[in-house]
């Protein structure tokens, strides 16, 4: 009786173990892991409804993020690798005006455009930056030679300018850049600023960025920006801050993050993300969640992040009323715009 009081036990520890094994499982994508490839991509998040947005404007970018889906899909379907999709797609997004990264980048306090990207391969945990870049087209493939063809991570101002300009990339002066939509917003914000004795409320959405999973198993991830409207020269924000705003390693998740920037800085949440996947264990819902409205939340901060973990599983999280974000894997698709609810959207794919 001893003895089969102990096999029922065993047996009894066996299920439990297999039960939870199945709901984590679950609660990532069905079981059904890994995944031969994966993607994610936002184009801002802020608080905009429905209601603030166009049903023709809502149309324009729906279509973008729809081909810019297509491009990542494509090219992770015929086995490109992460690094290649993550900055294929950005690349899009930076030539599209209808985004503050690259072409229709917000103006800073000075009336210029000062851009920020960056990129991280999560296979051999390599980065790069730049920030304050002026005068080139694509500012993602600056950050990539940086990452691939130096010894440094992170150039700025100047040098990453003389940087981009030793390594051929493509250049363009301020008429590429500037757009009537970026301008008319600096106009507005420099006459409150003006009114109130340089106090004016800053627009932050538009930032692009990218999440990818390869069929080799690796990850990568890619952000870009041209900063809050009217920003003081020289400021930084969470985009090409390796740790805040991207982040990408193959032992748990690749990020790019969009939103407050200072607020993303002051709690590092994309290398939060990272830290609660390697030593706390969550799985990667839950260590979004925990850092977009327990963290950065906390703190006052909104925004958002994209986020996908080494078997392809997808998060897409923010605490803002809207975030432009669209995902792919083999099993499905979906472009999105506004929030879930009024405080904000947890989606798992």
């Known amino acids: 009786m001893k003895y089969l009081t102990s096999i029922s036990l065993l047996l009894w520890c066996v299920l439990l173990i297999s039960g939870c094994g199945n709901e984590a499982a679950s609660e990532r994508n069905d079981g059904q892991h890994p995944r031969n490839w994966a993607l994610a991509i936002h184009g801002g998040a802020g608080h905009f409804g429905e209601e603030d947005l166009s049903e023709e404007l809502q149309s324009r970018y729906e279509s973008s993020l729809e081909e810019a889906l297509r491009i990542g899909e494509s090219m992770l379907d015929e086995g490109k690798s992460s690094v290649d999709a993550v900055e294929a797609v950005i690349r899009f997004l930076e030539d599209d005006s209808l985004f503050n990264a690259g072409r229709g980048a917000v103006f800073t306090a000075e009336g210029r455009h000062e851009l920020d990207a960056s990129i991280a391969d999560g296979s051999t945990r390599n980065c790069g930056a730049i920030t304050g870049l002026q005068g080139f087209k694509h500012p993602i493939s600056v950050a990539r030679s940086v990452m691939d063809s130096s010894e440094h991570v992170f150039f700025s101002g100047s040098g990453a300018g003389e940087y981009a300009f030793s390594m051929g990339h493509e250049m363009a002066d301020s008429s590429w850049f500037w757009t009537d939509k970026a301008y008319q917003r600096y106009l507005k914000i420099h006459q409150k600023s003006e009114a109130h004795s340089g106090s004016a409320q800053l627009d932050k ?68 993300i990272h830290g609660r996947m390697l030593h706390g264990n969550e799985s990667v819902v839950e260590a979004c969640r925990k850092s977009i409205f327990d963290e950065m939340g906390e703190l006052g901060g909104d925004g958002g992040v994209i986020c996908l973990d080494r078997d392809g599983t997808i998060a897409l999280v923010c605490n803002s009323r809207g975030m432009f974000r669209a995902w792919a894997h083999p099993e499905g698709r979906g472009i999105a715009m506004f929030g879930a609810t009024l405080e904000g959207t947890v989606e798992v794919y």
């Open 205 to 272: 959405k538009g930032t692009v960025g990218c999440v990818a999973l390869d069929r080799n198993g690796n990850i990568a991830a890619g952000t870009s920006t041209g900063g809050m409207t009217y920003k003081q020269h020289g400021r930084i924000g969470d985009s090409p801050i390796i740790g805040a705003g991207t982040w990408a390693d193959n032992r748990t998740c690749a990020v790019s993050c969009t939103g407050w920037g200072e607020y993303f800085i002051r709690t590092g949440v994309a290398q939060d």
